[in-house]
């Protein structure tokens, strides 16, 4: 999985330290919250468990920070609400965070359908928008670091 050793060497290059991969069991005991993650993520996990939280900065020279397993939440949970209002588009739906940006200012999730799923951008105020397809095209956007990860405007249905 050659998207999987450029997204490691990126890491390394930042002196970002990259956690050990998740085991089989680790990721079915997580599947318990009842979702099937995405062969890519699981593929994702058993490589890198996200990065470490215990870096100078706590997030990677641009701003991302890719939580660990353990870190995984599902939108709104994560979200003060206090500072930003929950997206009415998102309501009912399953969303899953795996990244934020400059320290939650946003958030990157799967957002379900059924067995499918997209990458979407949760921003302030109010919005979302869909970044990839598929968390190996989302990788590829953050390696190259392509606008369209800056990009939630508008809220898309």
Same mark, same amino acid.
């Given at each position: 999985?050659?998207?999987?050793?450029?997204?490691?060497?990126?890491?390394?290059?930042?002196?970002?330290?990259?956690?050990?991969?998740?085991?089989?069991?680790?990721?079915?005991?997580?599947?318990?919250?009842?979702?099937?993650?995405?062969?890519?993520?699981?593929?994702?996990?058993?490589?890198?468990?996200?990065?470490?939280?215990?870096?100078?900065?706590?997030?990677?020279?641009?701003?991302?920070?890719?939580?660990?397993?353990?870190?995984?939440?599902? =939108?709104?949970? #994560?979200? /003060?609400?206090?500072? !930003?209002?929950?997206?009415?588009? +998102? *309501?009912?739906?399953?969303? @899953?965070?795996?990244?934020?940006?400059?320290?939650?200012?946003?958030?990157?999730?799967?957002?379900?359908?059924?067995?499918?799923?997209?990458?979407?951008?949760?921003?302030?105020?109010?919005? =979302?928008?869909? #970044?990839? /397809?598929?968390?190996? !095209?989302?990788?590829?956007?953050? +390696? *190259?670091?392509?606008?369209? @990860?800056?990009?939630?405007?508008?809220?898309?249905?």
């Amino acid at each position: 999985m050659q998207w999987l050793n450029e997204l490691s060497a990126d890491w390394a290059r930042q002196g970002m330290s990259v956690q050990p991969g998740c085991t089989a069991h680790e990721l079915q005991r997580w599947e318990q919250h009842g979702i099937r993650l995405p062969q890519e993520f699981r593929r994702y996990f058993a490589q890198a468990n996200g990065m470490d939280p215990f870096t100078a900065t706590g997030t990677d020279k641009r701003g991302f920070y890719f939580y660990a397993l353990s870190e995984l939440q599902f =939108y709104p949970q #994560v979200v /003060d609400f206090a500072l !930003e209002p929950p997206v009415p588009a +998102l *309501a009912g739906k399953k969303c @899953l965070l795996f990244a934020d940006y400059m320290h939650k200012s946003w958030w990157y999730g799967l957002l379900f359908a059924g067995a499918a799923y997209s990458v979407i951008e949760i921003a302030a105020p109010n919005t =979302y928008a869909v #970044v990839a /397809d598929s968390f190996r !095209e989302f990788v590829h956007l953050y +390696l *190259a670091d392509a606008d369209e @990860l800056y990009s939630a405007r508008a809220t898309r249905p």
